[in-house]
């Protein structure tokens, strides 16, 4: 018997404001970066404080749960550089390697981000985006449902002093001109397992290929 696919639509579905709808594949979890990112003071802050909280008392050791802190100080610090740049989604990715003998466990962050542009036609917007852009490879113009869209590959590696552990990451980035030929929207699917390449790309090519700047749910 055929199963039939679970499909869980968000909230901001219905938010006439949204700007931009798309729907991810399973294995991704959103974070909220608004709650995350909350004032200290303020009551998403309390309700983050009080989420944590199980969680925090219930590992054991003291050293650990500083680390446990240090790291989440750290994922924050990464969100708030994201939102600085124009994030307004970012999603975790944990998928099991079916590839691999033995399996094992793949990892990937999703986000999605506006970018201001000059006028022009959106199919100039999506190549100027793709051609501008730094060390771009496997570079892909396509004609999306949502209209004209650029896709580009970079693998890049941290430099000695960031700090960084030397892993090569690999960064999917797709270039979506809004109707409005003001904005863009820029998805991109990062991951380390750069030998993964090809799935990621069928990963985000569905992402974009479903993704619209009219609300799928305002006709039904």
């Not at 970018?115 to 892909?140: F, K, L, M, Q």
Request: proline share 8%.
């Amino acid at each position: 018997m055929d199963t039939i696919p679970q499909i869980s639509i968000d909230d901001s579905a219905t938010d006439p404001h949204a700007g931009i709808w798309f729907a991810v594949p399973g294995g991704f979890t959103e974070l909220p970066i608004d709650v995350l990112l909350a004032a200290p003071a303020s009551a998403e802050a309390d309700r983050l404080r009080q989420a944590l909280a199980p969680l925090v008392e219930a590992i054991p050791d003291g050293v650990t749960r500083q680390q446990f802190i240090a790291q989440l100080a750290s994922g924050q610090q990464l969100l708030r550089a994201l939102r600085e740049v124009g994030t307004v989604h970012c999603a975790l990715g944990i998928h099991r390697d079916d590839v691999a003998d033995g399996g094992g466990t793949l990892h990937s962050l999703f986000t999605v981000s506006w970018r201001g542009i000059a006028w022009a036609p959106r199919s100039v917007s999506a190549a100027r985006a793709v051609a501008t852009a730094e060390d771009h490879t496997r570079v892909e113009y396509l004609d999306l449902p949502s209209g004209p869209a650029a896709i580009g590959e970079t693998v890049r590696t941290p430099s000695p002093d960031s700090g960084l552990p030397p892993t090569p990451l690999l960064q999917i980035h797709a270039y979506l001109p809004h109707p409005d030929h003001k904005r863009l929207a820029v998805l991109t699917l990062s991951t380390t397992a750069v030998e993964r390449r090809v799935q990621y790309r069928a990963i985000l090519d569905n992402i974009a290929e479903l993704t619209s700047f009219e609300s799928p749910l305002s006709k039904a």
